[in-house]
T-cell receptor
Framework: DAGVIQSPRHEVTEMGQEVTLRCKPI?????LFWYRQTMMRGLELLIY????????DSGMPEDRFSAKMPNASFSTLKIQPSEPRDSAVYFC????????????FGSGTQLSVL | QKEVEQNSGPLSVPEGAIASLNCTYS??????FFWYRQYSGKSPELIMF????GDKEDGRFTAQLNKASQYVFLLIRDSQPSDSATYLC???????????FGGGTRVLVKP
């Protein structure tokens, strides 16, 4: 099992540019979560999907952020336009149904917006 | 008030001692709780989960849940330098819902 796969591992971009983060959940997991982690705010849930459908996007900071899950094996988180305050580590996690609610995290994407 | 609160630390303990971490939560509807360990620069990994009031032991780790007082403890016995990490407490209201994390407690185990 390859685990949750995120790409890229590191992203450095300039303010105003579009950023796309990618995630491949573990096969068979039907829930997918996007978290953002900073020193100041800790680990914050941005959005989560069940069976490819967005369930709760109340954590998405503003309209600059959008997330999609076109199929069970792929999700994207897009920031357009990016701002320096978006700099953080973005984690994707997946979870199977009925298996104790255990979240499996990807390695994260370190985003730096200059 | 944050839904899940933790002391940020650092909690410094000598090698071999017991590390005691606590977590409080505000939503009485929370049903299950999880402790994740996160090493610097790495992703969180689950070490314990607890659903019922009382204690749950797994190796050197013990989780304690008191729903009446709305707190969750994690005890690490015989602390090792490799236990030095940030420990995140998380709660969930019901199966299929979102997991809400506290800010984490940084633990330093000194040889």
């Amino acid at each position: 099992d390859a685990g949750v796969i995120q790409s890229p591992r590191h992203e450095v971009t300039e303010m105003g540019q579009e950023v796309t983060l990618r995630c491949k959940p573990i096969s068979g997991h039907n829930s997918l979560f996007w978290y953002r982690q900073t020193m100041m705010r800790g680990l914050e849930l941005l959005i989560y999907f069940n069976n490819n459908v967005p369930i709760d996007d109340s954590g998405m900071p503003e309209d600059r952020f959008s997330a999609k899950m076109p199929n069970a094996s792929f999700s994207t988180l897009k920031i357009q336009p990016s701002e320096p305050r978006d700099s953080a580590v973005y984690f994707c996690a997946s979870r199977p149904t009925g298996k104790g609610e255990k979240l499996f995290f990807g390695s994260g994407t370190q985003l730096s917006v200059l | 008030q944050k839904e899940v609160e933790q002391n940020s630390g650092p909690l410094s303990v000598p090698e071999g001692a017991i590390a005691s971490l606590n977590c409080t939560y505000s939503d009485r509807g929370s049903q299950s709780f999880f402790w994740y360990r996160q090493y610097s620069g790495k992703s969180p990994e689950l070490i314990m989960f607890i659903y019922s009031n009382g204690d749950k032991e797994d190796g050197r780790f013990t989780a304690q849940l008191n729903k009446a007082s709305q707190y969750v403890f994690l005890l690490i016995r015989d602390s090792q330098p490799s236990d030095s990490a940030t420990y995140l407490c998380a709660g969930i209201k019901a199966a299929g819902n979102k997991l809400t994390f506290g800010g984490g407690t940084r633990v330093l185990v000194k040889p």
